[in-house]
């Protein structure tokens, strides 16, 4: 099965730890993957960008208006991606905004979150928000985020829940194991 993805966000939200869990998981079930990451400034909150191409032998970087979802772990860097979703595609969203240094200086103004949810929807059918962060401090655990919304994308994902459980196992800290997979079974639902 084929399954381009993108998710986009901010340097520190696990972007690229997400999409290695994914790829990983896709080598345990024998499924072609291939990657590609943009991550600038990411160490200042910059922005994060990596396309996962699933199941296909094409190249790394997915064309505009054909991936299947995105996963955006803010706002503002989900709508910077969006050219990237094919119109039937499904977008997940959360909700809860990383401030910007310019915005923090009062240089900017962030846009109201449901103004860009709601121009997403003008656009895309299949559009999926949530605040990951109120869900993963529920979890236990604030540094969750991202496997709050793994949990999410992963009902859509052509992987097994199982599979995943096993790679997150694999790949986290010990004592960091039982947080990560009770945020990922929280957005899993």
């Not at 097994?160 to 009770?182: F, H, M």
Request: proline content about 4%.
């Amino acid at each position: 099965m084929k399954f381009d993805l993108v998710i986009a966000g901010v340097g520190g939200q696990g972007i690229i730890f997400t999409a290695n869990i994914i790829g990983k998981s896709c080598v345990k079930e024998g499924i072609q993957v291939l990657a590609a990451e943009n991550h600038g400034m990411a160490q200042r909150g910059g922005s994060v960008e990596s396309h996962l191409r699933i199941g296909t032998e094409s190249g790394p970087l997915i064309p505009q208006g054909s991936a299947d979802a995105l996963l955006g772990f803010e706002p503002i860097e989900a709508i910077r991606c969006s050219h990237f979703l094919s119109k039937d595609g499904i977008a997940i969203i959360n909700t809860e905004k990383v401030i910007p240094p310019s915005v923090a200086s009062g240089k900017f103004t962030y846009p109201d979150v449901n103004y860009l949810i709601n121009e997403l929807k003008k656009v895309f059918q299949n559009v999926i928000t949530l605040n990951a962060l109120k869900l993963a401090k529920e979890s236990g655990n604030i540094m969750t985020v991202n496997m709050v919304m793994l949990g999410v994308l992963a009902r859509y994902l052509p992987l097994s829940k199982k599979t995943i459980i096993e790679t997150i196992k694999e790949s986290v800290p010990g004592k960091l194991i039982k947080a990560n997979i009770k945020a990922f079974k929280t957005g899993w639902g």
